[in-house]
């Protein structure tokens, strides 16, 4: 590619409601441009990415065996009805009317079509196991859309779907995929971890998160550093409480330290960045039944409704509900006297109005007048089984497998998978005739990548104060061609255009700079577009015979002679 017919576009300042790096780094690097809440288009230098990402997971699908077919964006809402997802979606799933008035969804995941296809594709046990996957727009209307490509409404999701005969049919499916995904991460070149994303059954958890690691990742991860147990927090939750409550209270005491409020504590307590996760602590009452005086304890992650909260919807939400007042004011040793008023008409709408960084007292941030206990100070030791209640596990406990203590780090949701079962094909009426002709359910998989958001978790991963660091694999360019006076000097026009022949011809995928900036902007613009080997041909050095060579990382430049810089650089 030569630059001046390819289409670059950086800029000095990331616009201001960037967050965080990735999105600030994709935004002046003119990967993205933003067009709604979560809505991006994908500009010619991202869009290599996306295609190098994709092309890795196709490779990697076919290898297992899974089969490429390209289902509807837009789908009818009847299919969603037969599995009662139209209604139990909520706000999430997107929908839209036709000129007819029937009502569609705009697919955010695609197992009632793949159902769909199977239940008329798949009669016999002679078509199975078989696994379909495409490619897609997928589109979640997210309470929060954030982190540019991270956490998108309009995204591309790789879902594969896999139908078996029976259980153990589904988990050799399950097995080849979670193979298929590690070997997609590791030729990313990404650091990740798989994680039990449910606390599964003995003998193995159903689903599998696949993380890729990063200080800012919206994820805790639990797991320990001398055995193979991981699991992603709420699935580590599920541990009894009785052998972590003792480690948790003991955690508490340690970070309590003076000088440090409540709320940092607590936070640190729950690996959690101050300011990011924890969005709000909220005492709650539930308004729907106001009979039930039901009061909650919230520690929100974002923005959520009390519906929500109480179908458990949230991922990471720490709980605890209260069976009255006089139980809040045994546990928080306070007067009545303290609380607000209780309201009784509206359903209660949790919405975070501070940060825990700002509540420098803990006091418990509720917001909608009336409608929340407000002001309650907890500046004082939260007592031990609320402590246990919020986070059952903490760094240091032992880990379930007896083989060490557990750690916690933070990860991006880049994959999951999961044993499905056979609700959809119940649900659906998709089933197969065995081999006494007797009609069976389908026993099925799923498995999805947010392909877009691999862009943002890759930078997360990769970057310093001069832009991004991308893995070779994924680079937009893995070279670039960097000539000192294209337009003036005939013999660096002459053999850079050689060396980019020569390249090329090689399969290398190289971006020639042909045009005439200068070194310091055109230096400045690859570091921060990414390109993770650079090569600068100049007079000076074609003198002695040499050109120039620096890594992305590399502090310096290597000389290296002109004859062996093709292999070189391969
Ligand atoms: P999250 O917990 O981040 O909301 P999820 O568990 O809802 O993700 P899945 O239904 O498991 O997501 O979808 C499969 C994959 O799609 C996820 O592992 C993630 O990589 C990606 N993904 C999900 N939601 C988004 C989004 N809003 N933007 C970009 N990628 C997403
Ligand atoms: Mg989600
Ligand atoms: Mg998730
Ligand atoms: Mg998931």
């Known amino acids: 590619m030569r630059a001046s017919r390819f289409f670059i576009s950086t800029l000095k300042e990331a616009p201001s409601d960037a967050e965080i790096v990735s999105h600030k780094l994709m935004m002046r690097a003119g990967m993205i441009k933003r067009l709604g809440a979560g809505i991006y288009t994908y500009m010619p230098m991202g869009l290599r990415v996306i295609r ?26 009847e299919l969603w009805q037969e599995t009662g997802r139209w209604n139990k979606m909520g706000a999430e799933l997107m929908r839209v009317k036709d000129r007819h008035g029937r009502d569609f969804a705009i697919q955010p995941t695609s197992e009632e079509v793949v159902t769909d296809v199977a239940r008329s594709e798949l009669r016999s046990y002679k078509q199975l196991p078989v696994n379909f996957y495409h490619i897609q727009t997928k589109f979640r209307d ?132 101050l300011a990011r996760t924890v969005k709000s602590i909220v005492l709650a009452v539930d308004n729907e039944d106001p009979a039930k005086k039901e009061i909650w ?104 497998d007896g083989k060490g203590v557990l750690a916690i780090q933070r990860g991006i949701e880049v994959g999951h998978v999961f044993q499905l079962g056979t609700t959809y094909s119940e649900a659906m009426k998709a089933t197969y005739l065995d081999e006494a002709g007797k009609p069976q359910p389908l026993v099925m998989g799923c498995y999805g990548i947010g392909v877009t958001r691999i862009l ?46 020569q390249l090329s011809e090689a399969g290398v995928d190289v971006v020639l700079d042909d045009r005439g900036e200068r070194p310091g902007a055109m230096f400045a613009d690859w570091e921060l577009i990414g390109v993770p080997h650079r090569i600068v041909v100049g007079d000076r050095g074609l003198k002695d015979g040499n050109i120039e060579y620096q890594g992305r990382r590399d502090t310096e430049a290597t000389q290296v002679p002109l004859a062996e810089a093709l292999a070189f650089i391969q």
């Open 297 to 400: 304890l919230l520690l929100l992650r974002g923005d959520h409704e009390l519906n929500e909260v109480k179908a458990s919807k949230i991922p990471g939400l720490s709980t605890y509900r209260f069976a009255n007042e006089a139980e809040i004011v045994e546990w928080f040793g306070t007067p009545p006297g303290y609380l607000g008023p209780i309201g009784t008409k509206k359903p209660v709408k949790v919405v975070a109005d501070r940060t825990v960084a700002n509540m420098a007292d803990f006091v418990c941030g509720a917001n909608e007048a009336d409608f929340h206990y407000t002001g309650a100070n907890w500046g004082r030791d939260l007592p031990e089984p609320l402590v246990a209640d919020i986070r059952n596990v903490v760094e240091g406990d032992a880990s379930p």
């Open 142 to 273: 997210e309470r929060r859309p954030r982190f540019g490509l991270m956490r998108g409404r309009e995204f591309t999701m790789k879902d594969a779907y896999s139908f078996d005969r029976d259980v153990d049919g589904l988990k050799k499916s399950y097995q080849a995929m979670y193979d298929a995904y590690v070997r997609i991460f590791t030729r990313f070149g990404l650091e990740f971890r798989a994680v039990a994303a449910d606390n599964g059954a003995i003998g193995g958890s159903g689903s599998h998160e696949f993380h890729v690691v990063a200080a800012t990742g919206e994820d805790a991860l639990v797991y320990c550093p001398t055995s193979d147990y991981a699991a992603n927090m709420e699935a580590a939750e599920a541990l009894p409480v009785d052998s972590t409550r003792g480690a948790a209270t003991q955690a508490l005491e340690k970070t309590a330290t003076p000088g440090k409020s409540k709320c940092e504590a607590v936070a640190e307590l729950l690996g959690l960045p």
């Open 456 to 501: 943002g978790a890759a930078i997360e991963q990769n970057f310093d104060d001069r832009g991004i660091i991308w893995p070779t694999s994924i680079a937009p360019f893995e070279v670039v061609l960097c000539p000192m006076g294209y337009d003036r000097s005939e013999a660096v026009k002459t053999e850079i255009d050689k060396l980019y022949a």
């Open 52 to 77: 190098k990402v994709e092309a890795i997971v196709r490779e990697e699908m076919n290898r297992a065996g899974a089969v490429e077919l390209l289902m509807p964006v837009v789908q009818p809402a």
